[in-house]
């Protein structure tokens, strides 16, 4: 994607440097731009416990350069504990995205074949490389088969603009490039398809009105930001016509993890008979948990729920919301039962949200 004219990804090794690491910092999204530089093993756990990197296709890439990062502070004698720590740190970063784990394990698996620690070194920068660039040909391929979707509901409406609606966000800031739910959107607005997208603020850290409302404006993607509880009524005038949204970990029983707020968004899709679909690369497929129950939902700090950050014309200020002795909680996902979901769109295609259709999609090819 373009900023100021200029192509970026949100993670790459520095051309000039491959001891540093450059990722956009999305904390301070949409007002200020910055570029930040990982250097050590420590950096990309900050950066991923710290949000400066989110999505969870992307934390999992910011992982597997993390343990590159590890390798290069290493030396023969503590390289497995340096690893070994530096893997530790990671995987506790944020316990929910499933991609944090699928690719440390990958990475992990990759570092083995090497006979000693320049070859180590070597295999974890071609193996991360390598991830990034899968990661992006599969975001393309998402919005590919999501733009089935759009273009089937755009005829049906003989040329008016397909309404859809967005929660939190699964842009190209959440993957390397082109993110997942935002791909079809991306393709369908360049093929000339008209479309409007309503874009959830995404209480308390308002990914969405911070940060898909940013990509798209830089797109040119007419849109509209809305408080996260007006999704139902709008659906109930009609003034919706298909929700996609991302996910952090989706089960193989078809029930997807997201951020929270998704969960409301499903039941009133539902209730509106509006489709509800969700965006996923296969790394975002947690084949192993058996029950939602079991997906560990990432608690935050009570401070994003009680002060909001905005600018204020002339710098980035954060400011109380609540009274200052009041607590607060702050649930950062919740689960979508899959009855609840109309289809899955991977880059494989797009599947019935059961364990036979995303087995089939995945096993059998």
Same mark, same amino acid.
């Given at each position: 994607? *373009?900023?100021?004219? *200029?192509?970026? !990804? ?25 570029? %930040? ?7 990309? &756990? ?8 989110? =999505? ?9 350069? +993390? ?26 970063? !944020?316990?929910?995205? #499933? ?22 070194? *070597? ?17 393309? $391929?998402?919005?590919?088969? =999501? ?6 509901? #755009? $005829? ?23 993110? /997942? ?10 093929? =000339? ?9 995404? %209480? ?15 797109? +040119? ?5 809305? &408080?996260?509880?007006? =999704?139902?009524?709008?659906?109930? !005038?009609?003034? &919706? ?14 029930? &997807? ?8 968004? @499903? ?11 969700? @965006?996923?690369?296969?790394? /975002? ?24 950050? +905005? ?27 899959? %009855?609840?979901? /109309?289809?899955?769109? /991977? ?9 036979? #259709? ?6 059998? $090819?």
């Amino acid at each position: 994607m *373009k900023v100021n004219n *200029k192509n970026y !990804r949100t993670i790459w090794v520095n051309p000039d440097n491959p001891l540093e690491v450059m990722a956009i910092d999305q904390r301070y999204l949409p007002h200020e731009f910055y570029v %930040r530089e990982l250097k050590h093993p420590d950096d990309f &756990v900050h950066a991923i416990s710290d949000m400066l990197v989110r =999505g969870a296709p992307l934390i999992g890439i910011t992982a597997a350069y +993390g343990l590159y990062s590890a390798l290069l502070h290493a030396n023969g004698h503590n390289l497995e504990e340096k690893l070994s720590d530096a893997y530790d740190k990671l995987i506790a970063s !944020r316990p929910t995205a #499933s991609n944090l784990k699928w690719a440390l394990e990958i990475q992990m698996h990759a570092i083995k074949e090497g006979k000693n620690l320049g070859e180590k070194v *070597k295999i974890a920068l071609e193996n991360a490389d390598r991830m990034a660039d899968e990661d992006v040909k599969a975001c393309k $391929q998402i919005g590919k088969h =999501g733009l089935e979707i759009i273009e089937a509901i #755009s $005829q049906k409406k003989n040329g008016e603009p397909v309404n859809i609606l967005t929660h939190c966000n699964a842009g190209w800031l959440a993957t390397v490039d082109y993110g /997942t739910a935002t791909a079809p959107i991306y393709m369908a607005h360049d093929k =000339g398809i008209p479309v409007h997208v309503w874009v959830d603020e995404t %209480r308390p850290r308002n990914q969405g009105a911070g940060l898909t409302a940013w990509e798209l404006d830089r797109h +040119g993607v007419p849109h509209t930001v809305i &408080v996260d509880n007006a =999704g139902g009524h709008l659906m109930q !005038r009609g003034m &919706v016509d298909l929700c996609i949204v991302g996910t952090d970990r989706t089960l193989a029983n078809g029930d &997807v993890c997201n951020k929270i707020g998704t969960y409301l968004k @499903a039941l009133a899709a539902f209730d509106n008979k509006v489709p509800f679909y969700v @965006a996923l690369p296969s790394s /975002t497929i947690d084949w192993e948990t058996k029950e939602a129950a079991d997906i560990p939902i990432e608690e935050r700090s009570e401070h994003e729920v009680k002060h909001v950050q +905005g600018f204020d014309g002339n710098k980035i200020v954060s400011v109380l919301v609540t009274p200052s002795h009041s607590k607060a909680a702050n649930y950062a996902f919740d689960v979508t039962p899959a %009855r609840l979901v /109309t289809g899955l769109i /991977t880059e494989r295609g797009i599947c019935k949200p059961d364990r036979k #259709s995303l087995s089939l999609m995945f096993f059998n $090819q």
